[in-house]
């Protein structure tokens, strides 16, 4: 596929996820700039990412990506701290001079980092997130980019995921999970003062990590810098705010089944959805 292959008219703004977790970013993004138009790709049927190879989540990436270039965006958000991690610098510098070099595909991690040195008091940073994001070094590279100084140690939590998508987030087993993670970090630096939760996830076990996480500790959720940070991109770049198309609709597709994938969305979104299903 090339550029002339693609919709060239302005078109919806992509977010995608391998699951659930991006719409807790898709709902800050829009609370920022509800003017605009989107289009929420979930890839349920093949999630979760967290524990899949490098080359497996770059090919699975690609393919969403490319299927919501095909559906007329011109700006890809991936919503998802594990293809931001292993895919997005090969999808940015490989495939977009191939596919269309005026398109654009963003990720959630550098956005988080940017914000980093103005939250942390002592430089020391936890990051809970997917073993596959974890494997990846990928918040340690970033942040060390800017702060080489700075501490980071990053802890996978697998069950997490699973406890959201199953319900189980609100409920007293959750308990036990959420603090044996936290536990095991602040073991892993005691001096812990900031933790960002690298998994769009987490945000729905917020609660439970708050209440296992001592007071003092900075709990960095994404969904809010994410957008500013999108809101920003924008701003400095006009010639691609051209090309979104800006009527307030939101449009939700999932690998899965539309009907599950609608049900577990009002979990995220707190309020109800229609969904369609698309194969990739």
């Not at 490098?54 to 958000?77: K, N, P, S």
């Not at 500790?217 to 010639?239: C, N, P, T």
Request: aromatic share 8%.
């Amino acid at each position: 596929m090339n550029t002339e292959q693609l919709p060239q008219t302005a078109g919806p703004i992509g977010v995608f996820d391998s699951g659930y977790g991006g719409l807790t970013i898709l709902s800050e993004i829009r609370r920022a700039m509800p003017e605009y138009d989107y289009i929420y790709l979930g890839d349920n049927a093949r999630a979760p990412y967290g524990t899949r190879s490098f080359d497996i989540v770059y090919d699975f990436t690609l393919q969403a990506v490319t299927e919501l270039f095909r559906r007329g965006c011109h700006l890809v958000i991936l919503a998802c701290n594990t293809a931001s991690a292993k895919a997005l610098r090969n999808i940015q510098q490989l495939d977009l001079p191939r596919l269309d070099p005026n398109r654009r595909v963003l990720g959630v991690i550098r956005p988080t980092v940017e914000v980093i040195g103005s939250v942390t008091r002592n430089g020391h940073i936890g990051i809970f997130a997917t073993p596959g994001t974890v494997a990846s070094g990928s918040y340690e590279i970033e942040i060390h980019k800017t702060n080489p100084e700075m501490k980071v140690t990053s802890h996978a939590c697998p069950m997490w995921v699973p406890l959201v998508e199953n319900r189980e987030a609100d409920k007293a087993g959750a308990d036990y999970f959420v603090r044996q993670e936290v536990d095991a970090l602040l073991k892993a630096d005691p001096e812990t003062d900031t933790i960002i939760l690298g998994c769009t996830h987490y945000p729905i076990l917020y609660p439970k990590i708050r209440e296992a996480v001592p007071e003092g500790i900075e709990i960095v959720r994404q969904g809010d810098i994410v957008a500013r940070s999108l809101k920003d991109y924008l701003r400095r770049h006009g010639e691609m705010d051209a090309r979104l198309t800006r009527g307030g609709r939101a449009e939700y597709l999932t690998t899965e089944c539309p009907e599950r994938f609608a049900e577990l969305a009002t979990l995220f979104l707190g309020s109800e959805i229609k969904a369609s299903r698309v194969q990739l």
